[in-house]
């Protein structure tokens, strides 16, 4: 397993003998344990009772969730709802047969919708704080846990890249990518039943360096998309400790939409088509059409943010 420059052939995660430990499951739960320690120093800093940040973490992995997997679902497969909607919302699919899939397929522009949508009940009834108040605290988290989503995707070797020159030292050959595999079987090709032993055959074994060298190098759209999460989390970490930016209300709020939806809208232009309905409008990708209003609602707030302080 090599990285960025030839080859990504990871296994899918973590074989325990007992459990497998996936890698994409495994950057979750970093993802939702970081953002808990951010939050709990940010508590602290405002005198709240850590007692309040149990219920707001079960809230946001409730609402991050079910919003992705929706999100999902209506923005790129409505079709599940009338032809397998069990697999809307549980870790397999039963069409054409069934198979254990983990919660695949999650958009974030649904998750920001359920994260809104659910920080304002919490707002009312837990913090009895104002909805921006909380939002100004809880997106340097979600920013954070953005960064090792993309990152699972990474090693899942999913939402990857247009091709590339191998040439180029970004370039990343996934050797697992679903595109090149539709329709070919890398346990027929290679004669081995294992396919996680087959993949690696392939890469080592040089009777399969044909079959290695037709899968083509891709951007690893994934990490530039990781890369610009960082800079959105710190920029967001730095204005919360480091500024006034917390005492005026909607402006680290609309900052997290206005930088990390222009992340997504920029990266889009490399990223492979995820479907959804951009044939019917055309120019831009799903993504990218999605992320439009995102950025508006941001610039808004910024803007809003100017006359508003908290009282």
């Known amino acids: 397993m090599h990285l960025l420059g030839i080859v990504w052939n990871p296994s899918e995660g973590i074989d325990l003998g007992f459990f497998m430990v996936r890698y994409y499951s495994l950057m979750f739960v970093i993802a939702f344990g970081l953002g808990w320690y951010i939050m709990k120093h940010i508590f602290q800093n405002e005198n709240e009772p ?21 999100g999902h679902v209506l923005f790129y497969q409505p079709e599940l709802f ?5 697999s809307v919302f549980l870790p397999f699919k039963t069409q054409p047969s069934f198979q254990f899939t983990g919660f695949s397929g999650l958009a974030s522009h649904g998750a920001a919708i359920a994260i809104i949508i659910f920080m304002y009940y919490f707002s009312k009834k837990v913090m009895k704080r104002p909805l921006l108040w909380v939002l100004d605290r809880v997106v340097i988290p979600v920013a954070s846990g953005a960064i090792f989503v993309r990152l699972g995707n990474f090693f899942n070797s999913e939402i990857y890249g247009h091709t590339t020159s191998g040439e180029n030292f ?19 090709i290679t004669g081995i039943e294992n396919s996680n032993a087959a993949f690696h055959a392939l890469e080592n074994n040089a009777q399969f360096s044909d079959v290695l060298a037709a899968i083509p190098f891709r951007h690893p759209s994934q990490l530039y998309e990781a890369f610009g999460y960082i800079f959105v989390f710190l920029v967001l970490f730095y204005g919360y400790w480091k500024t006034d930016m917390k005492e005026k209300q909607g402006l680290l709020f609309g900052l997290f939409l206005v930088l990390l939806f222009t992340v997504r809208f920029i990266v889009e232009f490399v990223k492979e088509s995820q479907g959804g309905f951009e044939s019917a409008l055309g120019l831009l990708s799903t993504g990218q059409w999605l992320s439009i209003p995102f950025i508006i609602v941001g610039l808004f707030f910024i803007i809003r943010a100017k006359k508003e302080t908290y009282i």
Not at 54 to 61: K, M
Not at 82 to 86: A, L, Y
């Open 50 to 70: 850590i007692e309040k940040l149990d219920s707001l973490f079960i809230w946001t992995v409730i609402a991050t969730l079910l919003g992705a997997r929706l």
């Open 82 to 86: 009338s032809q397998d909607p069990i």
């Open 170 to 188: 970004y370039g990343v050959k996934f050797v697992r990518e679903d595109e090149f595999w539709a329709g070919r079987n890398v346990e027929q």
